[in-house]
């Protein structure tokens, strides 16, 4: 093997490595009781369009959206019912993380009742 072929070999291990270990929050960020994450919505895209907490957190989502619309998160219908939101009027949303996994973040702009997908949500294993 040559030194270009190792040193080619070496970089895509530690990009790799890099990838694998940034996949979670820190044990530090788990062991916050509760998390508030601030949203910006507009018709097409949220920001940051993958919020994520840990298993068992308190949660509250400040939404501000651009845009009239309703606001759902799949998987989590019974702690986050889909919510009517309007532009120019913050709202909150407050749950417990009770399930780990990423969950489709939609939004249904009244123009669109059909849904646009727009981020995921994701609960991490403390």
Do not use: K, W
């Not at 916050?32 to 919505?41: D, G, S, Y």
Request: hydrophobic share 40%; aromatic share 4%.
């Amino acid at each position: 093997m040559n030194r270009r072929t190792s040193a080619t070999l070496a970089s895509a291990l530690l990009l790799l490595t890099a990838c694998v270990e940034d996949s979670g929050p820190d044990a530090e960020a788990c062991a916050a009781p509760a998390v508030e994450i601030e949203l910006a919505l507009s018709a097409e895209a949220l920001e940051p369009d993958d919020p994520a907490v840990c298993r068992d957190q308190e949660v509250t989502l400040i939404i501000s959206p651009e845009v009239d619309g309703v606001f759902h998160i799949h998987g989590y219908d019974e702690e986050v019912p889909a919510t009517e939101v309007r532009s120019g009027e913050v709202s909150e949303l407050r749950f417990t993380a009770a399930r780990s996994g990423q969950f489709p973040i939609e939004l249904h702009p009244l123009d669109n009742p059909a849904g646009v997908d727009i981020g995921f949500f994701t609960v991490h294993e403390p």
